[in-house]
């Protein structure tokens, strides 16, 4: 189906914030998805415009955020990462404020796909704000001290390499025992011998294991305000 893609951009704390939105035609509304890139950016990376059409294609509305702009950055800076930890999930707030706004997306119905520092975004901003219906986390890490102790996150998809030097594979099994003890719905995915980032048949069971999450928890019939207070799964 085609895709197609048109730059928006939202204010978040005196910034502007480009957007890139993907989706195919139809008027129809449709689930919306954040996508979350890791601490490389968009300006190295043409993996995450990739992911963004292939999940658009699949029949959602999905906006690549650059969420660093919020802090003037190409890249995340290792050096201020945490300090400018906060200002990005706030960004991701008014990110989901945007989402929700767009002609043809279903403001009841929105998930996040998040890469690496992303997905530890997405991580901490999901784990306390109810408009998140839907989570997928590949390889990120477990923002200590960013995810309430009374928190619920949504339905979450943990995919790591077990093999993975920057984010060990500890942090996939930290979020797991998470999800397991706020008792919701979960899979985890962990590839023997992939590393930061998956190759491919790994890349392609991720992707699969994706869509089918994202249609499950965001477009099908566990697709539902109350779906946080499934039982566990997966």
């Known amino acids: ?32 998805v954040l ?54 999930m706030d960004t991701v707030r008014d990110a989901l404020a945007f989402a929700s706004s767009q002609p043809y997306a279903d403001p009841h119905r929105i998930g996040i796909v998040g890469i690496s520092l992303g997905a530890a975004l997405g991580l901490a901003v999901a784990s306390t704000d109810p408009r998140v219906k839907a989570l997928v986390n590949y390889f990120g890490p477990l923002p200590q001290g960013a995810i309430a102790t009374t928190s619920t996150l949504p339905p979450t998809l943990v995919l790591h390499g077990a093999a993975d030097p920057i984010v060990p594979v500890a942090n996939a099994y930290a979020v797991e025992a998470l999800l397991r003890q706020q ?49 566990v799964g997966g």
């Open 1 to 32: 189906m085609p895709v197609t893609t048109q730059r928006n951009s939202f204010n978040s704390g005196g910034k502007a914030i480009a957007v890139e939105t993907f989706q195919a035609a139809g008027s129809s509304p449709r689930p919306a």
């Open 35 to 88: 996508m979350l890139h890791g601490a490389d950016g968009l300006s190295y990376n043409t993996q995450y415009r990739e992911g963004a059409r292939n999940v658009a294609a699949a029949g959602y509305q999905v906006h690549l955020v650059h969420y660093l702009d919020r802090t003037g950055e190409k890249r995340a800076s290792f050096g201020t990462l945490f300090q400018n930890f906060m200002p990005w």
């Open 183 to 231: 008792n919701v719905p979960h899979e985890i995915k962990v590839y023997p011998g992939q590393g930061h980032g998956f190759r491919g048949k790994a890349e392609d069971d991720a992707s699969a294991r994706s869509l089918a999450f994202l249609q499950r928890y965001l477009a099908g019939a566990d697709a539902s305000p109350g779906s946080r207070a499934l039982p």
